[in-house]
Structure formats: C-alpha cells, structure tokens
C-alpha cells in the first residue's frame, strides 16, 4: 500500500474516531441530562396527584367514619336488631335520605346487618336485599373505614363505593354502612392532562387475581375502567411494576397499549391501587432524537470534509517521501543523477539533504572503486599477458628436449594463464556493467572445470551428479560459488578417504543444490556465524582468509536464493544452496 494511501487512511480513520467519540458523547451526554429532566417532572406530577389522591381518600374516611359513629345511626341499628320498633328501619333510612340531600358528593347510603342484609336505605329499591355476596359486604365486614372500589351503575355512570364498621358501646360491630360517591374528583384528577405532552397521563389500577385492571377511563381508551387489563407478572408493565410496590422511575416500561413509554410508579398501601404517570418515550426523546440527527449530519460533512482534506493533506505529506523512494531506486539502478529538491524547513527537508549529499558521496566512492578496480585487472593481467606467450615460446623452442610429462605441465600452466585472464576480465567486466549478465551454463561442464582447477589429492573422491541442468547464472559468479564450497570441502577434509558429493533436487520454484562431505564437520555454535566476513568454521591454524563463504552469501541471496549448512562434527558437513528456476 501506499504510503499517501496510508496516511489518506490514518487521517480518515482518526477523524472519524474522534467524530463517533464526540457525536456518541454528546448524544448520550444530552439524554442522560433530559431524562433527569423528565424523571424530575414525572416525579414531580406523580407526587403532586398522589398527595390529592390521599387527600379525597382522606375526606371519604371522614365521612365514613362520621356516618358509622353517628349515635342516632347507632341507635337505629339497635333498635331494628332488637325488633324494639316496627318502623325502625323506616325512620332510619329517612335519616340517611336526608344525608344524601345534604351532601352532594352521596349518591346513596345503605345499612348491611352482621349477616349482610339492607336493613336501612336512602334508595328504597335496595331496601332489605340481601348483599351478602357483594364486595361491599365481603371487603366491607373485614375491617373499618374501607375502599370498597370503583362501579358503573346502570346508566354506565362510574361511582365509588366505600364503607365503615358501625360498632356500639360495648364494642362489638353491629352492621357495616356503605357510602355510594360521585367518582367526579377522582375523574378530574386522572383526566388532568397538565404537563404531561401529548401522550403522557396518570393511571390507576388495582390487582384483580393475575391481572391489573384500570379502575378509571385511560386517555387512549375512555371505556378502559373496569374492562382492561394487563399481566399482573409481565413486569415490562408500568403498572404491573407498581402493584408490585416499585416506587421510582422506569426508563424502559410499556404501558396499556404497549409503547415504550418512561414512568413514574408508585403504590398505595392504604388502599392498594397502582399509580402510573407516565409518557410516551418517543415524544420525551423528541430533542434528543433531533439532536442525534443533527449531530449525524455533522458528523457525515466533518468526515467528508476531512476525507477531501486528508487526500490533498495525504499527497502533500507523502510527495517528499516518495521522491525519497524513488531517488532510492535510482540508487539502486546505479543512477546518482537525480536529486531531492525539498524547500520545507522540517525533519523531511534535513533528511532529503542528507540523502543528496549521501549520494554524491557514494557516486564518488562508486567511481573511485571502478578505476580501482579497473587499475588492480589492468595490472594483474600484464604479466598473464607474458606468461601466456612466454609458455607458447618455451614450448615450441624446447619442443625436441621436453619430456611428454613436461610438455603437458607447460600446457596447463598455459591453461590456467589464460583461465585466469578470462577470470580477471569477469571482475573487470562486473565492475563497469549496472549488473552481472545471466547466461545458460552447462552445469556438468562447469563443475569439471572447477575441479580441474581445484586438483584434489588423490585421496578425496569428488561425485558429481550425472547430467545436471543448465543454470541461468552469471558465470564468475556460479563458479565462486561452487569452487568455494568444493575448494573448503577439500580444505578441511581430516579422513584417509575423503568424499565429496554434488547432487540437486528440483523443487516447486528453485533448484536445491548440495556439496555433502564425510570431513571433520563443524561445531554447532558456529554453524549461523560462518558466513561472516572473516569468520572461519574451526579453530586449528589453516590457511584461510575467512571471507570466502560471506562472498558467496551475497552472490547467493543478491539472486533470490538463500544458503544454510547441516553438519556434525566428526562426520561431516552438507551446504545447502538454491537457484530460482525462473
């Protein structure tokens, strides 16, 4: 990749982190604060209604309890139990009438007998029915000042039902009065929609077996008292959550038509209904929403803004750099022509510098090391120029007096003259050309020169594999190579019978070449180390300059292959070496 991609990439990804981290921080940052807010105000509404709830409650126990210890009530009472007087009952429902007439909150107050019976009504029709079986007897007779609950009478008109013991002067409950009130304030204060939004309301709700049934009308449905319901054990309910005596905030309930609304629960001991205030989550979010989608926008222009910045930004900044790469590839190739021309006064223009003067100082040294080597070739071929034609002269001359032993010995030497001369013109040639030329090489042929040149004694046995590819190698180079391998493998040899053996095997993608010899081996410690310059694999005093194995290393890899040595010490060592096939 690219460095101006990476940089492109580096500057796109940090800009779009930091714009995440701050539009995530902000947006959460803002809904925790507005949530506070309406959890505030839903506390606030809940404790405002509930305290108005306890005051109406309040009031009906009073006049519960007014109507219950009332002595000519009590009287009453006695009388009808005591059969004392025909007209008893009469009399006493006249009395309740008149309490009805007086008080406009009554819609009908009525007198249960220990056994459930209406002994005593404001409304005739009721007048000595037995209510045993109704919640007015049954809640009523458990305890004083009771709520008995909500009711529709038959024009559908929902009323409120409460009662108190009536208990006389030796203490012991005589009948239950039962108080049939208007259902208007409660109404009023539910149907309150003040504060609350478009979908926020105050619910009530009492248990009724495994549900909670809404005991008023609800602002989304006006026929809800005493008809809907929700589970009582679904505890994503808002009111569900109440009954079960959970007093706080609920961020994430439901309410009666199964939006996600936030709440404020709370629950009534004294008579235990539910209270719900609670709106719509959506419309509480409303701003918080907004704002998510504003800082959306934001963000989307910012991180397209800093994506154009970031590719001209990314181009500026890596336009030096790549000069650099480019002038190291020039480098490379031999040309120290070009230069860096950076104007900026940074870390980048020193380095550009730098480089330039590197390069001037290496073209030099380059130069300098090319007539060097031109001048050493030049000199050391003067006297193979003699000795070659000096060989030829000898023989011709002293033809008639050489022995055929000694004429051959002239014509190797004469041989190894000009082998010498055709080595010394490779150096020559290696070191004016940009780079080694490749060429197919006989491999057999190649190693029988070498050997010939190498000469080993007699009692080494060199085994060159049959019928081996030809390489593409530059020639001086393979046989550096070869000779050096071959040339220590003879070098350190320490057994009476020596062997020495060439073989190749090839591979998916290259040649692999071994020299395996039966010597005296190497020690492992110094097995990675031999391929230093002047680092020698043993210790005893043998002639050896120690660089020849870090020459070939760099012919090796300088050709995309690599080298490596097994070995024991004792019974000998095997190099490793491969040839690209391509």
């Given at each position: 990749m690219k460095i101006k991609t990476q940089i492109f990439l580096l500057f796109l990804l940090l800009s779009v982190f930091l714009t995440s981290l701050f539009a995530v921080t902000i947006y959460h940052f803002t809904k925790a604060l507005v949530l506070k807010q309406v959890d505030s105000h839903l506390e606030s509404v809940s404790?405002?209604?509930?305290?108005?709830l306890r005051n109406m409650i309040g009031n009906i126990h009073e006049m519960s309890s007014f109507l219950s210890k009332n002595q000519a009530i009590i009287k009453g009472v006695g009388k009808i139990q005591q059969d004392m007087q025909p007209n008893a009952g009469r009399e006493l429902s006249i009395h309740l009438s008149q309490y009805v007439i007086d008080i406009l909150k009554f819609r009908k107050i009525y007198i249960l007998d220990t056994l459930g019976s209406v002994v005593a009504s404001s409304d005739s029709n009721i007048l000595h029915r037995n209510l045993s079986r109704t919640s007015a007897?049954?809640?009523?007779?458990?305890s004083i000042n009771q709520i008995i609950g909500f009711f529709y009478d038959a024009d559908h008109t929902l009323f409120l039902k409460a009662s108190d013991l009536i208990i006389n002067q030796k203490n012991e409950w005589i009948g239950i009065v039962v108080i049939d009130l208007n259902a208007d304030e409660f109404l009023e204060l539910v149907n309150d929609y003040t504060g609350l939004g478009r979908s926020g309301e105050t619910n009530m709700a009492m248990a009724q077996g495994e549900y909670a049934l809404y005991m008023t009308p609800l602002k989304f449905d006006r026929n809800a008292a005493l008809t809907r319901k929700v589970n009582l054990h679904d505890k994503e309910y808002a009111m569900?959550?109440?009954?079960?005596?959970?007093?706080?905030f609920q961020e994430n309930a439901i309410d009666y038509m199964g939006h996600h609304v936030i709440a404020y629960t709370r629950y009534l001991p004294e008579t235990?209904?539910?209270?719900?205030?609670k709106i719509d989550k959506e419309e509480a979010l409303v701003g918080v929403y907004t704002l998510q989608r504003i800082l959306l926008m934001i963000s989307l222009f910012f991180i397209g803004t800093i994506f154009i910045a970031s590719f001209f930004l990314g181009g500026y900044i890596a336009r030096p750099i790549e000069q650099l790469i480019e002038l190291t590839n020039n480098v490379k190739e031999g040309n120290f022509k070009p230069k860096i021309t950076i104007s900026a006064k940074s870390e980048l223009g020193t380095l550009a510098n730098s480089f330039n003067e590197m390069t001037e100082k290496l073209e030099k040294k380059m130069d300098d090391l090319d007539k060097f080597a031109y001048?050493?070739?030049?000199?050391?071929?003067?006297?193979?120029?003699?000795?070659?034609?000096l060989m030829e002269l000898i023989q011709k001359d002293r033809e008639t007096i050489l022995s055929q032993e000694s004429k051959r010995m002239m014509k190797m030497a004469e041989d190894k003259a000009i082998q010498m001369k055709e080595?010394?013109?490779?150096v020559l040639l290696s070191a004016t050309e940009d780079s080694l030329q490749k060429e197919v090489i006989n491999t057999n042929r190649l190693l029988d020169q070498i050997l010939e040149n190498l000469n080993p004694p007699a009692h080494i046995s060199v085994y060159v594999q049959k019928n081996l590819p030809p390489m593409r190698y530059h020639k001086v180079s393979l046989l550096q190579i070869f000779q050096n391998l071959i040339g220590n493998a003879i070098k350190y040899m320490d057994k009476s019978q020596g062997e020495i053996k060439v073989s190749l095997i090839k591979q998916n993608s290259h040649y692999l070449f071994s020299i395996q010899d039966n010597g005296r081996g190497i020690e492992r410690h110094l097995l990675e180390r031999i391929f230093g310059i002047f680092e020698k694999g043993h210790n005893e005093v043998i002639e050896s300059s120690g660089i020849g194995l870090s020459?070939?290393?760099?012919?090796?890899?300088?050709?995309?292959?690599?080298?490596w040595v097994e070995s024991e010490v004792g019974i000998g060592s095997t190099f490793y070496f491969t040839i690209p096939l391509s």
């Amino acid at each position: 990749m690219k460095i101006k991609t990476q940089i492109f990439l580096l500057f796109l990804l940090l800009s779009v982190f930091l714009t995440s981290l701050f539009a995530v921080t902000i947006y959460h940052f803002t809904k925790a604060l507005v949530l506070k807010q309406v959890d505030s105000h839903l506390e606030s509404v809940s404790e405002t209604k509930t305290a108005q709830l306890r005051n109406m409650i309040g009031n009906i126990h009073e006049m519960s309890s007014f109507l219950s210890k009332n002595q000519a009530i009590i009287k009453g009472v006695g009388k009808i139990q005591q059969d004392m007087q025909p007209n008893a009952g009469r009399e006493l429902s006249i009395h309740l009438s008149q309490y009805v007439i007086d008080i406009l909150k009554f819609r009908k107050i009525y007198i249960l007998d220990t056994l459930g019976s209406v002994v005593a009504s404001s409304d005739s029709n009721i007048l000595h029915r037995n209510l045993s079986r109704t919640s007015a007897y049954l809640k009523g007779k458990e305890s004083i000042n009771q709520i008995i609950g909500f009711f529709y009478d038959a024009d559908h008109t929902l009323f409120l039902k409460a009662s108190d013991l009536i208990i006389n002067q030796k203490n012991e409950w005589i009948g239950i009065v039962v108080i049939d009130l208007n259902a208007d304030e409660f109404l009023e204060l539910v149907n309150d929609y003040t504060g609350l939004g478009r979908s926020g309301e105050t619910n009530m709700a009492m248990a009724q077996g495994e549900y909670a049934l809404y005991m008023t009308p609800l602002k989304f449905d006006r026929n809800a008292a005493l008809t809907r319901k929700v589970n009582l054990h679904d505890k994503e309910y808002a009111m569900s959550l109440a009954l079960d005596q959970q007093t706080g905030f609920q961020e994430n309930a439901i309410d009666y038509m199964g939006h996600h609304v936030i709440a404020y629960t709370r629950y009534l001991p004294e008579t235990g209904w539910g209270i719900v205030t609670k709106i719509d989550k959506e419309e509480a979010l409303v701003g918080v929403y907004t704002l998510q989608r504003i800082l959306l926008m934001i963000s989307l222009f910012f991180i397209g803004t800093i994506f154009i910045a970031s590719f001209f930004l990314g181009g500026y900044i890596a336009r030096p750099i790549e000069q650099l790469i480019e002038l190291t590839n020039n480098v490379k190739e031999g040309n120290f022509k070009p230069k860096i021309t950076i104007s900026a006064k940074s870390e980048l223009g020193t380095l550009a510098n730098s480089f330039n003067e590197m390069t001037e100082k290496l073209e030099k040294k380059m130069d300098d090391l090319d007539k060097f080597a031109y001048i050493v070739s030049h000199d050391l071929k003067s006297p193979l120029n003699t000795i070659t034609p000096l060989m030829e002269l000898i023989q011709k001359d002293r033809e008639t007096i050489l022995s055929q032993e000694s004429k051959r010995m002239m014509k190797m030497a004469e041989d190894k003259a000009i082998q010498m001369k055709e080595l010394i013109d490779q150096v020559l040639l290696s070191a004016t050309e940009d780079s080694l030329q490749k060429e197919v090489i006989n491999t057999n042929r190649l190693l029988d020169q070498i050997l010939e040149n190498l000469n080993p004694p007699a009692h080494i046995s060199v085994y060159v594999q049959k019928n081996l590819p030809p390489m593409r190698y530059h020639k001086v180079s393979l046989l550096q190579i070869f000779q050096n391998l071959i040339g220590n493998a003879i070098k350190y040899m320490d057994k009476s019978q020596g062997e020495i053996k060439v073989s190749l095997i090839k591979q998916n993608s290259h040649y692999l070449f071994s020299i395996q010899d039966n010597g005296r081996g190497i020690e492992r410690h110094l097995l990675e180390r031999i391929f230093g310059i002047f680092e020698k694999g043993h210790n005893e005093v043998i002639e050896s300059s120690g660089i020849g194995l870090s020459i070939v290393k760099r012919i090796i890899e300088e050709n995309k292959g690599r080298i490596w040595v097994e070995s024991e010490v004792g019974i000998g060592s095997t190099f490793y070496f491969t040839i690209p096939l391509s």
